[in-house]
């Protein structure tokens, strides 16, 4: 770990336009498909079969691999299918669609036994994880163990939003401000913090107001408000935010934990209170739908595996002029084929898209503008000639399982080269090669012999 600042990444002009529209829930639908994996780690395996009844709430998915997390029904009704549905364009998961039958009937996986100012921060985690949270992409218990494990003096709540729409925390920062000052204090307590600080865009007057009302009205003595100027994207990523926060750059594969410090989100931190203290798990989603082909922009509590047509036609997309459909941002959204791709916990806005010009792909030219946005500082224009002229044993010196896809070296570069898509080829490449370590047998690997 070095100290360095935040360095790379772009100004994306903010539209924060839907941040005043309040949630809206969408009505209950017929059937949602629920995959039994929605983050970056390993999926879990169904727990239940064709037939089966199931209350809201209820564990569809078990987790038995590290890094798997618990999914529950988010209806009540029965199980009619267990089977491989896409989740997103290039995956499909094994999913379970349960036929809703409208009781709203809920069975809670999360035991209760004692209020959570009573329990340790042991039963409290064991709480979150049955509870299936996921925050940025990680299961949030391992994140918030860890953190205690490795003492966090600094709970860093990571408010901005440096790309898209997403207007969830916003909302939930106005619409529920006590839940979420529970949950950062439940977060707050596990990990052992002294202090608490709010990371905010200064531009951002919606979530700016609403946390200086908490503070004010909740009495918040540990919790500071830290307000950065034209925050660039990609500062959601968490080590990014330590380093424009913090001034530390992590090395490869270290957690903010080992600098002392854990980031939460917003609608973690609500999820989590009603984990703890109304034993409800990860079943709803707040999803903010806007963009050029949407006439009626919202904020919509959804439940999780329903179908994106549905959010698009309450929204007034017109699906048909529907080119491409993006679940997330601009930049880090994964782009969807098929409307039908239901929601999971990681989505938080949809944007769809039109028709859009051809991409017109030129030779670099060698300007470096790709290397000078780089937030990790890597060569995207070396990594895209290594992995297009098959050169894959040199990746590994040239860092390429550094890259978070962000996107924008593509973003800025004027010959524009597919370069996210080339390196993320290169990244699948290498990762199904033997660690390169200058050892013989390594390398008889890699020449074929
Ligand atoms: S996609 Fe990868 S190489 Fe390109 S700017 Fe982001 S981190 Fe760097
Ligand atoms: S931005 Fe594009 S044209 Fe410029 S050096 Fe990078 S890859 Fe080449």
Redo the contacts with the bound molecule.
């Keep these: 770990m070095k100290k360095k600042r935040f360095s790379?990444g772009i100004y994306l002009k903010p539209n924060w336009s839907t941040d005043d529209i309040p949630v809206e829930t969408l009505p209950a639908l017929s059937h949602v498909t629920i995959p039994l994996i929605q983050h970056d780690g390993a999926p879990s395996d169904p727990a239940v079969q064709i037939g089966d009844h199931v209350a809201m709430g209820c564990r569809i998915g078990s987790p038995s691999n590290a890094g798997a997390v618990s999914v529950h029904a988010s209806v009540s009704g029965v199980v009619t299918d267990v089977a491989r549905y896409p989740y997103s364009a290039q995956r499909n998961a094994v999913s379970v669609t349960i036929e809703n039958d409208g009781n709203h009937e809920f069975a809670s996986p999360i035991p209760y036994d004692k209020a959570w100012h009573e329990s340790t921060p042991a039963e409290i985690v064991e709480k979150i994880r049955l509870g299936g949270i996921i925050d940025n992409g990680s299961p949030l218990a391992d994140r918030l163990w860890e953190g205690r494990e490795r003492r966090t003096d600094t709970l860093y709540i990571n408010a901005l939003s440096t790309e898209g729409y997403s207007s969830a925390d916003a909302r939930l920062l106005v619409e529920q401000p006590q839940k979420a000052v529970l949950g950062l204090t439940i977060c707050k307590y596990i990990v052992g913090a002294e202090n608490a600080v709010f990371v905010i865009d200064e531009k951002r007057t919606v979530v700016a107001d609403a946390i200086s009302a908490l503070l004010a009205d909740e009495g918040l003595k540990d919790y500071s408000v830290l307000k950065l100027k034209k925050a660039r994207y990609?500062l959601q990523e968490d080590r990014l935010l330590l380093a424009a926060c913090r001034g530390i750059e992590l090395c490869e594969g270290a957690s903010t934990a080992e600098a002392g410090c854990t980031v939460v989100g917003i609608a973690a931190a609500v999820a989590v209170a009603e984990a703890v203290t109304e034993l409800t798990p990860s079943i709803w989603r707040i999803v903010t739908i806007a963009g050029p082909l949407v006439s009626l922009p919202k904020n919509l509590l959804v439940p999780i595996g329903t179908p994106a047509r549905c959010l698009l036609e309450v929204c007034g997309v017109d699906l048909g002029a529907m080119k491409k459909l993006l679940f997330g941002g601009a930049l880090s959204g994964r782009s969807v084929q098929d409307p039908e791709t239901p929601i999971t916990k990681t989505v938080n806005s949809l944007m769809p898209l039109g028709a859009m010009p051809a991409p017109s792909t030129l030779p670099c030219i060698g300007c470096r503008r790709?290397r000078a946005?780089?937030?990790?500082r890597?060569e995207?224009a070396r990594?895209s000639r290594l992995v297009t002229t098959g050169a894959v044993d040199e990746l590994d010196e040239w860092y390429i399982m550094?890259?978070?896809?962000?996107?924008?070296?593509?973003w800025v570069c004027p010959a524009g080269i597919n370069?996210?898509q080339q390196?993320a080829y290169g990244k699948m490449l290498r990762s199904r090669l033997p660690r390169w370590n200058g050892a013989p047998a390594a390398k008889a690997v890699y020449d074929g012999e």
């Design positions: 790379g990609p790709c946005v780089c937030p990790v890597l995207p990594l550094e890259c978070i896809q962000c996107g924008c070296c593509a370069l996210v390196i």
